[in-house]
């Protein structure tokens, strides 16, 4: 449906843009940049900071770009002197309650309101300080995020991150007037609510008052401590994003830098969560088939649909907003923790090393990954499995740090064993990527015959529609799978946990039909993770899910099954997929949490 | 000056049922043409055209409309609404249910700030009964009661959508008006409870009575709340287009140095001023709120109270409100203590043309108004 055309003024320039556009999009257009900040790109418009207002010519009031629509005939000035004087005031009001200690923030170079700071120079504050120092501390309570308000600007970012895009609103706005301030349900610290960890807030904070908890210092101290051996694992989504911290484009494959950089920066052994990633299918895939093999054969109870374990901060979701679905997770550990697991025992003993001695460091997209590290359950080699989680940002930084001329750096290969991975394994970082490759193996598993897609890629579970469903037919299995002859397999695949509470209420309503959903906690899968790069945009995580599913393609082995360390690793140590092993290594359980 | 009473007056002949019975018998543009005809303009304070918004929203194409009572009467020195809701409240039900009829909604709510549930002991009585009325001539609408939870700004009336929502009371961006896009983000109507009642009255004795008081730019008469320094305050139902003087002469003490038309939101005029002011909308509109002050009234403590009422009612939603009331009562300290320059005030004053510019509702637009008419009027005593 085409919509009306709308012809206006920006700047005495004329623009003809639809019905309903802004006009902050229609300035886009003729290449007027309008500063804003609570505005963002994947959430609903608030028109609340107030930093993009302008001029319409005959209106009473400034209107707020990012607000406003356009209408026929408008004249809009985006630099009158009563725009810039505005303009200026409300920054200077916003920097009057900031706390600026920019030197020592964590987000100095990556913050909005400093660019805006730095775009107007104002000098001296006109304004007076309104900063309490008491205001300073900041909530450290959680292991994932750190909530520090003096840095807050109540853009409300993070607020309507959390109730639109997941569903969870742990953050809301409280009080009002000099007292207003995003906080938790009775003010209680970020680890007693039901915040899932999950970082989206990070993603989208205009300034330094969400951040990761940063590990970086204990990391380098384990470097630099000559008795411990430290390992680092890297998840699918990293590769495909460190480089936009390091001046690289979104959508840059960095996998044979990152691995260099990791070497250089002193880790003893540099591997890979791919490996686990692969490892995860077999144990999952198997999960699955026996689930369906108990239901259809042996008639007993069980739960179905199976649900996918790998993310944290669904599994976190599902453990506060859904308990009486928690028999229906697989009780896979995430890749993270199989690693983890595996790398103090399997891995030290191979090595020649004492587990106790043995650091592990996961690079991963995410920040809920940081949680589940400290997890109780997490400690199955009788040591804490992983020891510290960095973000992609937080490796960025030590390659900073370390001063390694990133792009100029050689490609190298990971450390074997534990190193290993298909292209099964890497599209893991994308929405639909487990479901595909658990589909690429199960169905072979089954029929003995590669799943009836060209060149491998179920395009079906693919993309950023929120919840996407396919239903495979098997048939011709092979005798011992002949439960599952003419079985239509039904899946569905849902990323960003508003998306996932959608098909969980469908679940227990019992209006779908499913045997095994692919669910996500962040908007585009892992490559949109809380531990991303900043800024996020739907075109940003395209373009990262693009570059996955490229590395999957030039990979030479894109099943899971077919890695050779993972038939090694069941030849050698494990056995069999499900088996004793592995549910002492490999599996967990879950808890249920209090709704707030 | 003169006193009129309409907004209270028993009319035993023309009880607010009867000219409900008779108002439905007439087509709903009849009825708008007399809104307009009669010049009525909203007695909140903003002053809009009352025919003209139940126009626009009778235009809309939508199954679901309301109309909405603004009982949320918190601005500073106004408690007009709330001897209306407890003397003559079915004046309120018929004007709430003429409206639905005009613009074609089946629910009307009564929005009435946390503080006078203390009425509702009467009114809910006094709806129930109306509610079984409008059952009984066969008219398919039914008037609510819904209660706020205490902050000012749910006054205004997109952050009242969000509060009768359910959700935390904060503005909305406009467009859309309530006219397209309001409660439930239907056509909605909103009133304050005395344009409400002057409806019901105009469509009793029709708008020729009306518009024979006041002036071609303020049409009718108005209720002012007045308070202060002076002998007989009180409730008072007055013409409106009055010049301030006359005001002062009847209600004043003697000795009044200046007046806060409007309530804390408003103006205030000194007393070399007051000659030269009128009250209506082509002088200084009010939502009916007079306080007067006297010689032993020091203007600084005026302005820090209002300024410090901003400050906590203020939403925090848009900074140049949430942080723009903390720097302005947090300057005027500063210079009173000697720590910022007199020249600062100017500083400040230039901020609050900002606020009036940049804020996202009329509770951040409008703490210029105080803040620059007190600076202006009284400076002397605001630095020393």
């Not at chain 1, 699918?236 to 911290?245: I, K, L, N, Q």
Request: hydrophobic share 35%.
């Amino acid at each position: 449906m085409s919509k009306f055309l709308v012809n206006l003024k920006i700047n005495s320039i004329p623009v003809t843009v639809e019905e309903g556009t802004t006009i902050l999009d229609a300035a886009k257009k003729i290449n007027f940049k309008i500063p804003t900040l609570c505005n963002h790109p994947d959430l609903t418009v608030a028109g609340n900071c107030r930093v993009c207002v302008v001029e319409v010519k005959g209106a009473r009031l400034l209107a707020a770009a990012c607000a406003t629509p356009v209408s026929e005939g408008m004249e809009v000035f985006t630099n009158s002197e009563k725009v810039r004087s505005a303009r200026k005031h409300v920054i200077e009001l916003l920097l009057s309650e900031h706390n600026a200690d920019c030197t020592k923030c964590f987000k100095n170079g990556h913050c909005e309101l400093q660019d805006l700071a730095n775009e107007y120079r104002f000098g001296d504050h006109v304004f007076l300080d309104l900063v309490k120092a008491k205001d300073k501390i900041a909530d450290m309570s959680s292991p994932s995020i750190v909530k520090d308000d003096s840095k807050c600007i109540k853009c409300q970012r993070c607020v309507r991150t959390c109730e639109e895009l997941q569903a969870v609103s742990a953050l809301a706005v409280i009080n009002k007037g000099d007292h207003q301030k995003i906080s938790t349900f009775l003010n209680k610290p970020m680890n007693e609510v039901v915040c899932t960890n999950c970082g989206q807030c990070i993603n989208r904070c205009p300034t330094g008052a969400l951040t990761e908890r940063n590990y970086i210092e204990d990391v380098w101290k384990a470097i630099y401590d000559p008795n411990k051996f430290v390992v680092v694992q890297t998840a699918p989504a990293t590769r495909v994003a460190v480089g936009e911290y390091l001046g690289l484009e979104p959508g840059h494959r960095v996998t044979g830098k990152m691995v260099s950089a990791l070497i250089k920066l002193g880790f003893n052994k540099v591997l890979d969560t791919d490996f686990t990633a692969d490892l995860t299918i077999l144990e999952e895939g198997y999960e699955l088939l026996t689930r369906l093999k108990r239901v259809l054969v042996d008639k007993e109870p069980v739960a179905l649909p199976m649900m996918t374990s790998c993310s944290p901060g669904w599994i976190k979701f599902q453990e506060h907003i859904f308990p009486d679905l928690l028999d229906n997770l697989s009780t896979c550990k995430s890749p993270q923790q199989m690693f983890g697991a595996l790398a103090k025992t399997y891995y030290a003993d191979k090595i020649n090393i004492k587990a106790e001695n043995m650091v592990v460091v996961s690079i991963m997209p995410c920040t809920a990954k940081k949680f589940e590290c400290e997890r109780p359950e997490m400690r199955d080699s009788g040591f804490k499995d992983v020891d510290y989680v960095l973000t992609t940002r937080e490796l960025a930084m030590m390659i900073r740090q370390a001063g390694i001329e990133f792009d100029k750096l050689e490609d190298q290969h990971y450390d074997s064993i534990l190193g290993e991975s298909t292209g099964a394994a890497v599209i893991f970082g994308a929405t639909g990527g487990v479901m595909e490759a658990a589909l690429r193996t199960a169905y072979e598993v089954v029929t003995g015959r590669e799943v009836p897609f060209t060149n491998l890629n179920i395009k079906p579970v693919r993309g950023m529609d929120g919840v996407k469903e396919a239903t495979i037919k098997i048939k011709n299995t092979l005798p011992e799978w002949n439960f599952l002859e003419g079985v239509d397999l039904n899946v569905a695949v849902a990323h960003g946990l508003s998306n996932a509470k959608k098909v969980m209420e469908a679940v227990k309503a019992g209006t779908v039909n499913y045997h095994f959903i692919e669910i996500m906690g962040c908007p585009g899968g892992c490559i949109g993770g809380g531990g991303q790069p900043i800024p996020t945009s739907m075109e940003i995580r395209k373009k990262r899910t693009e570059a996955i599913y490229m590395e999957d393609e030039g990979m030479p082995l894109r099943k899971s099954h077919e890695n050779p360390e993972v038939v090694e690793i069941y030849k050698d140590y494990l056995g069999e997929p499900n088996g004793h092993r592995s549910h002492d290594l490999l599996h967990t359980h879950y808890k249920p949490r209090i709704r707030y | 000056m003169k006193k009129v009473d309409i907004i209270f007056e028993i009319d035993e002949k023309n009880t607010p049922f009867t000219i409900l019975e008779k108002t439905l018998t007439r087509s709903p543009d009849a009825i708008i043409l007399d809104l307009i005809d009669s010049g009525l303009k909203g007695r909140g304070g903003a002053g809009f055209p009352t025919g003209l918004k139940w126009k626009f929203t009778k235009n809309e194409v939508s199954n679901t409309k309301y109309v909405i009572c603004n009982a949320d009467e918190g601005e500073p020195g106004t408690f007009k609404d709330r001897e209306i809701l407890d003397r003559v409240p079915e004046k309120i039900f018929v004007g709430i249910a003429i409206c639905g009829y005009v613009i074609g909604a089946k629910e009307g709510y009564i929005y009435l700030r946390a503080e006078y549930n203390f009425l509702l002991k009467n009114l809910l009585p006094k709806l129930d009964n109306f509610n079984a009325f409008l059952k009984k001539l066969g008219f398919d609408f039914n008037i609510y009661m819904k209660s706020g939870s205490g902050a000012y700004v749910c006054g205004e009336e997109s952050a009242l959508f969000e509060s009768m929502e359910g959700k935390r009371g904060e503005p909305r961006n406009k467009p859309p008006y309530p006219t397209v896009a309001g409660y439930n983000h239907k056509p909605t109507v909103i009133n304050n409870v005395e344009t409400l009642v002057y409806v019901s009255m105009i469509c009793g004795m029709g708008p020729q009575k009306f518009k024979s008081y006041g002036t071609t730019d303020s049409r009718g008469s108005k209720v002012f709340s007045v308070s202060g320094d002076t002998p007989i305050p009180g409730i008072y139902e007055l013409e409106l287009g009055m010049p301030l003087n006359e005001f002062v002469n009847e209600f004043g003490d003697g000795d009044a140095k200046a007046i806060q038309v409007g309530g804390a939101s408003g103006f205030c005029v000194p007393r070399k001023k007051f000659n030269d002011t009128i009250i209506g909308f082509e002088g200084i509109p009010t939502g009916g709120s007079m306080m007067i002050f006297n010689s032993t009234r020091s203007m600084y403590n005026v302005l820090h109270d209002y300024l410090e009422f901003f400050n906590e009612e203020s939403c925090g939603q848009c900074t140049p409100c949430r942080v723009g009331c903390q720097q302005l009562l947090k300057g005027i300290e500063a210079v009173k203590k000697g720590e910022k320059p007199p020249s600062y005030l100017e500083e400040l004053k230039r901020l609050a043309v900002t606020m009036k510019l940049a804020a996202k509702c009329g509770l951040g637009q409008s703490v210029g108004n105080p803040f620059s008419s007190i600076i202006d009027n009284f400076r002397e005593e605001i630095i020393y």
